[in-house]
Structures are given as structure tokens and as C-alpha cells.
Nanobody, 118 residues
């Protein structure tokens, strides 16, 4: 399986961006899907996650501003980011836990740069 991300870019503070991630390949089903981010000199951190049943969790720093959603029929996950702040600047990575014919696997996207100017 592979993940393809899209939607990063440069916006001013207060603006919005929408990140999308599509999973494809030998997938039987997808369990968890999530977005992580990593800023320079920082560890990768969880931004938001969503289960196959639609339960979500968010980092405290993005609650009320970011929304994660998924389309199980299309194997996609979307992160809608509003009221963006300079501290949201990072490389954002899509993550999925999938079940394949060979068992459970974890996959990461290639990363997409998000830059927020002040």
C-alpha cells in the first residue's frame, strides 16, 4: 500500500489549508488514520487521529481549529486547518494502520510542507 498526500503550501496567519491523503494498494481494510507533524528540531507529534468508527482525537494545540475526517469508501483522510498560526509551520505526515492480505501494516506518507507566515 502507499499513501499520497496533497494540499500543503504557504498561507498567512489566520488562513486555512486542507490536507488530503489517499491510501491505495493491497488494502483489505483501514483501521486508524492520522496526521502527524514535525517542525525543525522538534520530534514528530500527533496532530489528529480518527478511528474506523469515526472517533477523533486532537492535540491540545489544534483543538477548535483543525478537523479530521475520513471517507472509508475512498480510503482517504482529510485535515481541515483553520485559523492557522506560525507555530503550525511543519512538515505534515499522513499515517494509516491497514489490514492487508499479509496482515496488519503501518504506512506513512511522504510529507507535505505547511508554512504559515506572520
Amino acid at each position: 500500500a502507499q499513501l499520497v498526500e496533497s494540499g500543503g503550501g504557504l498561507v498567512q496567519a489566520g488562513g486555512s489549508l486542507r490536507l488530503s491523503c489517499a491510501a491505495s494498494g493491497s488494502i483489505v481494510s483501514i483501521n486508524a488514520m492520522a496526521w502527524y507533524r514535525q517542525a525543525p528540531k522538534n520530534q514528530r507529534e500527533l496532530v489528529a487521529g480518527i478511528t474506523s468508527g469515526g472517533s477523533t482525537n486532537y492535540a491540545d494545540s489544534v483543538k477548535g481549529r483543525f478537523t479530521i475526517s475520513r471517507d472509508n469508501a475512498k480510503n482517504t483522510v482529510v485535515l481541515q486547518m483553520n485559523s492557522l498560526k506560525p507555530e503550525d509551520t511543519a512538515v505534515y505526515y499522513c499515517y494509516t494502520e491497514v489490514f492487508t492480505v499479509w496482515g496488519k501494516r503501518e504506512y506513512w506518507g511522504q510529507g507535505t510542507q505547511v508554512t504559515i507566515s506572520s
